[in-house]
């Protein structure tokens, strides 16, 4: 079991958790139920924040989202944050509160860093948009180069071992007790070494793209 959760598990933990945790967060926030509205009282809700969004349309081709979808979706997101942008501080808060039994905020840190497409300090709705249908609705390839940005935290192109570390720690810091005590201390060190000993082929000290898709997929 421990061998099949290195070699399968440890390269789609990202995912699952990202799935499983914006499921939770569009319920928070009044983004799961999929109403009608008209498309003239989505027209004035656009006018009313200071940070207006692309044109449905766009989004509608940049996603795998309908109008109907998107028109919801951004209702839920105005009401929750009115100036259409949420910092990190409030995604943090938001986040942590799926964890009481642990510390979610360096993980919310390294999530909210993948969501914010331009590294402007906040997630505006095309952001929230764009990577939600991925995390959702993308292809097998589309979220692991999803969860390839998640793990390149300084976002040069590579997975160093340093990296997936800090990752693996902000996910035990994360469950809390529902890992510790069970997991030892080392445990993190021994999933990143075991990690790069599937991950990367060349033997360099980091993983590319290109080695991190190819390995995913021929063990999914």
Not at 33 to 41: A, G, P, Q, V
Not at 93 to 110: C, E, L, N, V
Request: a negative charge; glycine letters at 6%.
């Amino acid at each position: 079991m421990s061998v099949r959760w290195e070699t399968e598990g440890l390269q789609t933990v990202g995912i699952v958790c990202l799935v499983i945790m914006f499921l939770k967060l569009m319920h928070l926030l009044g983004l799961i139920d999929i109403t009608e509205t008209d498309s003239s009282d989505s027209d004035l809700e656009l006018s009313t924040v200071r940070h207006q969004p692309e044109g449905l349309e766009q989004l509608q081709a940049q996603t795998k989202f309908t109008k109907k979808e998107l028109q919801s979706l951004y209702r839920g997101f105005k009401n929750e944050c009115p100036s259409g942008l949420v910092d990190e501080e409030t995604f943090k808060t938001i986040y942590s509160q799926f964890f009481p039994q642990g510390d979610a905020t360096t993980y919310a840190h390294f999530l909210f860093n993948a969501f914010d497409l331009d590294r402007n300090g906040s997630i505006r709705f095309e952001d929230f948009v764009i990577g939600l249908s991925v995390l959702l609705r993308g292809s097998v390839t589309e979220k692991l180069n999803w969860a390839f940005n998640l793990y390149d935290i300084n976002k040069d192109g590579y997975i160093t071992k340093e990296e997936m570390l800090l990752i693996m720690k902000s996910i035990y810091d994360m469950m809390g007790r529902y890992t510790y005590p069970c997991v030892r201390d080392e445990a993190p060190s021994e999933h990143v070494e075991k990690f790069f000993q599937k991950m990367d082929r060349n033997r360099d000290g980091v993983v590319t793209i290109e080695e991190f898709i190819e390995t995913c997929q021929k063990v999914s």
